[in-house]
């Protein structure tokens, strides 16, 4: 019953959950890792994540300030490379992708990571690397039936466009308009998933409502977020929705 | 002690209903002091802080066959009610309550297969259950079709465990705050009952005894002014076409009619004070 991240190649997955673990964090902070010690492990002497090969899991203690109090989440970080998703791979691995599936299946609350889409890349950013905003829909065709039906066990699924300092001019301003107070903000959970999907997730507004009727009956919810790892208030808000939910 | 069920349809608003309960005490509130006494009661204490006065909703009760596989999984609520009128004498109720899956309630017309659904049943119908708060939030055309009928089946359940003469039932409304309810909520036997589930209304008047049986509005938003009726609810239906409902305006936050159902099942005399 863990929280699993799932996401396409390439996304940063793995760097969104290392530097979580930065010890500069605002409202979250994890406890049983170090973040020193890690980062030659996951990142590359510039700085950039190492590629995921192996299904990696560890176990993430996620401590939370809220208005009641430090909330802690115990996170199973299943780490799964980017590959994964992709039938070859499936097909040359079986075990490990139905152990896989069977490990997402049970688990209560999924990050899906995915990486922005061409239309909305600053200027400065090579838009070659980036799939189009239309290939990027058919994409999400996959993650739509994926959660409608294949995560029974899912009562939250939180859906993070990474790579926001790539896409967002005024990435301070955003993370200021989006950001939480636990002790009152302007913005409450609802409001924030609106303001997130109206900006950059408009055109799969109709697989959202999707999944929302088709796993209704069991209380779940999408909710949309944008991350990343240059800015601390966007990366720890997913980890804030979660922990009012999961935390004890 | 006594010993409370909250039974109800999927989506009555039951865990709502006790976490609005359990955060009561943060309510300023000068004729009711609720201490929340079990750590589940805490919990979703704190879960009404965190969740719905941030504008989200809290997680059905459902048997996920993990974290609830049995009757002794789901959450125990216990409560100490401290009542204490203006220049009256105080009084005090204790409550443990269990907050049942809705599934358990859907399910009733069908019939119970299930082995574990069964068993959730017959734990309610047992005789240290001094009474059953039954939320009932549908009011539509359908609505008093099913509940009948499961009301019909409820009660057939109640005579085989030989409760039918003294297991107290309070039949309440939920989220009253709608306005199609609301100007109902004084009387609501005959201003919602009646005109909305006469059926059920009255199959359960010749089911259950009269001094068994009582009715009730509650709404566990409430409205945002005494002035301004408007429900302090927002369903996300229309936004992001997801069943659940938030809490509008979290400082208008004005529970309406919690504690009277409770005082009642737990005392078998109505309580004379609103909350």
């Known amino acids: 019953m863990g929280v699993v991240y799932i996401g396409d190649r390439s996304v940063g997955k793995t760097h969104l959950a290392f530097e979580l673990a930065n010890p500069q964090g605002q409202y979250v902070k994890v406890c049983n890792l170090n973040y020193d010690n890690l980062k030659p492990i996951f990142l590359q002497p510039d700085g950039t994540a190492r590629a995921t090969s192996t299904i990696d899991n560890r176990t993430l203690d996620v401590q939370v300030q809220l208005s009641t109090g430090r909330s802690q989440v115990s996170v199973e970080w299943i780490d799964p490379p980017g590959e994964i998703f992709r039938v070859p791979w499936q097909l040359e691995h079986p075990s490990e992708w139905n152990s896989f599936l069977e490990t997402v299946r049970q688990s209560e609350g999924i990050l899906l990571v995915l990486p922005p889409y061409r239309e909305i890349l600053k200027p400065d950013v090579n838009p070659e690397t980036y799939i189009t905003q239309e290939q990027w829909s058919n994409r999400f065709d996959r993650w739509t039936k994926f959660f409608s039906y294949d995560c029974p066990k899912a009562r939250h699924i939180l859906i993070c466009l990474n790579m926001a300092d790539l896409f967002s001019d005024h990435l301070d301003k955003e993370a200021q308009t989006l950001a939480f107070n636990p002790y009152g903000t302007q913005l409450n959970w609802l409001q924030r998933h609106i303001y997130v999907r109206d900006r950059y997730f408009f055109f799969v507004q109709s697989h959202l409502e999707e999944i929302n009727r088709i796993r209704g009956v069991s209380g779940l919810s999408v909710r949309c977020f944008i991350t990343s790892i240059y800015n601390r208030t966007l990366l720890e808000l997913p980890w804030i929705y979660l922990a009012s939910y999961l935390g004890n | ?275």
């Open chain 2, 1 to 275: 002690m006594g010993n409370i069920c909250v039974i109800g349809p999927t989506g009555a608003g039951k865990t709502t209903y006790l976490a609005a309960l359990a955060y009561c005490p943060q309510v300023n509130n000068q004729i009711f002091t609720i201490t929340s006494v079990t750590e589940d009661a805490k919990k979703i204490a704190n879960k009404a802080q965190t969740i719905i006065k941030n504008g989200a909703s809290l997680e059905p009760t459902i048997i996920d066959g993990v974290k609830i596989k049995s009757f002794y999984d789901l959450p125990l609520y216990q409560f100490k009610i401290k009542i204490k009128p203006w220049l009256k004498k105080a009084d005090e109720i204790n409550l443990v309550v269990r907050d049942y899956p809705g599934e358990i309630f859907n399910e009733l017309v069908s019939g119970i297969y299930n082995e574990l659904h069964l068993e959730f049943i017959e734990e309610c119908l047992k005789k240290d259950i001094e009474g059953c708060l039954l939320l009932l939030h549908g009011w539509e055309d359908n609505s008093d079709n099913f509940y009948s009928q499961v009301m019909g089946k409820f009660i057939e359940l109640m005579d085989k465990h030989d409760r039918s003469q003294n297991l107290r039932i309070a039949v309440a409304m939920s989220k009253c705050e709608r306005g199609e309810l609301w100007p109902g909520r004084l009387d609501p036997e005959n201003d919602i009952f009646n005109v909305h589930l006469p059926r059920t209304k009255s199959l359960l008047r010749q089911g259950i005894l009269a001094q068994n049986l009582q009715f009730y509005a509650i709404s566990t938003f409430g409205v945002l002014e005494r002035n301004d009726p408007r429900p302090n609810r927002q369903d996300e239906t229309d936004q992001i076409g997801s069943s659940r409902s938030i809490l509008r305006i979290p400082k208008k936050w004005r529970p309406y009619n919690l504690i009277s159902p409770l005082y009642w099942l737990s005392k078998g005399k109505r309580m004379r004070y609103g909350v």
